[in-house]
């Protein structure tokens, strides 16, 4: 290969994980991969394994998360299985040039460096991790979120006269829920949302005639079930818009214990993925004519099951054609998943009494 061959040719960047719990670290992981070249390959652990050196089954299946990951948008290629020890071999199978991955301390159940073999080869290369989230955080949170000692039977009291009023209330308070950062009270958090939306936004421009697409939800846990609802509802239009609702209105229908992740780390992981156009940010639990407008929504997108008085608010409006969505994949909450674990998670993390 000649000199102008070789800078035609593109560049490939090999990055490995878990993945487990997905979340916008993950994301801004493979974000970072990706702008070191023109090419990601995104490897993704088996189930055997993060077991063998994690210590703890994942909470996500490899299949699952395989599908998660070739949905990021940052993301050309997957490799299932991946090796958690990396070797040259690896590289040249999928023509990586090199491996990356964040600056904190990834080990084998050894105890040993799993890039070692990269490093001594020159073929590897650091990010700055982010800061803020991880799994192992969620995994806490989520021990905390199940502990029916301090949490007994909370519920969101989601009957039909409830239900009304949450309709209700958001009709007259929208204008707040269509700003950049509504819902998030501290400074810090809206510096860190405009700073990643920035970094995350999606490069592709609504073009005249695109028919957008709505739909609304906490997106709490992002999971396999999430995924195939916004693929389905994308699949209406050409523009996904996805309305992602506060911290305060998830616990008016889901209990004080929810939701396990904040607005800011909802929203950051929704749009990470490439079926994902635009987000509302503490989007209203309606859908008014104020948000139709706003977005110039054509089509309004729920899951079958949903409440019906939702249903009926969406009717009320008008304007625009109201489809209902049947997911084929089950919906097995991540939080349910995490219970029949959950012996083994407190003995690897603690109990919640020890968790601040």
Known sequence: MDEKDEAKKPIRVYLDGCFDCFHFAHANALRQARELGDVLVAGVHSDGDITQHKGRTPVCSEAERYRLIRAVKWVDEVVESASFLPEVELLEKHNCDFCVHGDDKSCNADGTDSYRFLKEAGRYKEFKRTPGISTTDIIKRLLLATDDRSCAAEEGDFSE???????????????????????????????????????????????????????????????????????????????????????????????????????????????????????????????????IRRFRVDVVCQEKSEN???????????????????????????IERFKRNRVVYTKLYGSPDGIS
């Not at 949302?193 to 709490?220: N, T, W």
């Not at 916004?230 to 008016?252: F, M, N, P, W």
């Not at 939702?310 to 991540?334: A, H, M, T, W, Y």
């Open 161 to 291: 006269s409830k239900s009304s009023e949450l309709i209700q209330r958001p009709l007259a308070e929208a204008s707040g829920c269509l700003e950049i950062s509504p819902g998030i009270n501290r400074p810090s958090e809206n510096c860190l949302m405009s700073k990643f939306l920035a970094k995350f936004a999606s490069k592709v421009e609504r073009k005249d005639g695109d028919r957008a697409v709505y739909i609304a939800g906490d997106f709490d846990l992002f999971n396999e079930w999430h995924l195939e609802l916004l693929e389905k509802a994308r699949s209406h239009g050409d523009y996904l818009i996805v309305g992602v609702h506060s911290d305060e209105d998830v616990k008016t229908y889901r209990g004080d214990r929810f939701p396990v992740l904040t607005l800011l780390e909802r929203v950051l992981t929704l749009v990470a993925f490439r079926c994902v156009s635009e987000v509302v940010v503490g989007a209203p639990l309606a859908v008014t004519e104020k948000l």
């Open 308 to 334: 019906p008085l939702l249903r009926k608010s969406c009717q009320d409006e008008g304007n625009f054609e109201l489809v209902e969505i049947s997911v084929d994949v089950e919906n097995f909450p991540i």
